[in-house]
């Protein structure tokens, strides 16, 4: 299980690169009741994100503010109809309505996800476009970051067990 995103940044001595950030510390629930997902909420921690550069680490949590903004949230706000075959490890895509909240602003999303029951194990994965502005979010910036794009990312692979 993790969460995460993907960035593009423009670095002085190397050109363009992608920076990725990943944490495995997610919490959450789901309720389904016959076919429909009729709640869920997801927690991830965004203090314990690390990148694909380590030098690159604490800029982010600077530009998350994680000291007072230290976890994302997902809450669906619509009920969500995986079908008749999910129960029986059919692979299903799915647009999960809901909540999306990081550096303290929440905004209603519409993400894309798919998922399939595999061993009693909920295979959950998806992405999702968003923008730094959207969130309040001010790109770190170092001497050798000449620019960061606006959007990101949001990435998740979770995999989902009964309580």
């Given at each position: 299980?993790?969460?995460?995103?993907?960035v593009?940044?423009?670095l002085a001595?190397?050109?363009s690169?992608t920076a990725?950030?990943?944490?495995g510390d997610?919490?959450?629930?789901?309720?389904i009741?016959?076919?429909?997902?009729?709640?869920?909420?997801f927690d991830v921690d965004?203090?314990?994100?690390?990148t694909?550069?380590?030098?690159?680490?604490?800029?982010v949590?600077e530009?998350l503010e994680t000291g007072?903004?230290p976890?994302?949230?997902?809450?669906?706000?619509?009920p969500?109809?995986?079908?008749?075959?999910a129960a029986?490890?059919?692979?299903?895509?799915?647009?999960a309505?809901?909540?999306?909240?990081i550096?303290?602003?929440?905004?209603?999303?519409e993400f894309p996800l798919?998922a399939?029951?595999?061993?009693?194990t909920?295979?959950l994965?998806?992405?999702?476009d968003?923008?730094l502005t959207g969130?309040?979010?001010?790109a770190?910036?170092?001497?050798?970051?000449?620019?960061?794009?606006?959007e990101f990312?949001?990435?998740?692979q979770?995999?989902?067990v009964?309580?």
């Amino acid at each position: 299980t993790f969460a995460g995103f993907r960035v593009q940044e423009e670095l002085a001595a190397i050109g363009s690169a992608t920076a990725v950030g990943r944490t495995g510390d997610v919490t959450g629930s789901f309720t389904i009741e016959g076919a429909t997902v009729t709640q869920a909420e997801f927690d991830v921690d965004l203090t314990t994100i690390t990148t694909n550069e380590s030098r690159r680490d604490d800029r982010v949590q600077e530009a998350l503010e994680t000291g007072a903004f230290p976890t994302a949230t997902f809450t669906l706000t619509e009920p969500l109809d995986l079908g008749a075959g999910a129960a029986d490890g059919e692979a299903v895509s799915v647009i999960a309505v809901g909540d999306l909240t990081i550096h303290g602003v929440t905004e209603s999303v519409e993400f894309p996800l798919e998922a399939q029951l595999v061993d009693g194990t909920v295979v959950l994965v998806g992405s999702i476009d968003q923008t730094l502005t959207g969130y309040d979010i001010e790109a770190p910036s170092s001497p050798a970051v000449l620019s960061i794009s606006d959007e990101f990312t949001v990435e998740l692979q979770f995999l989902l067990v009964r309580a």
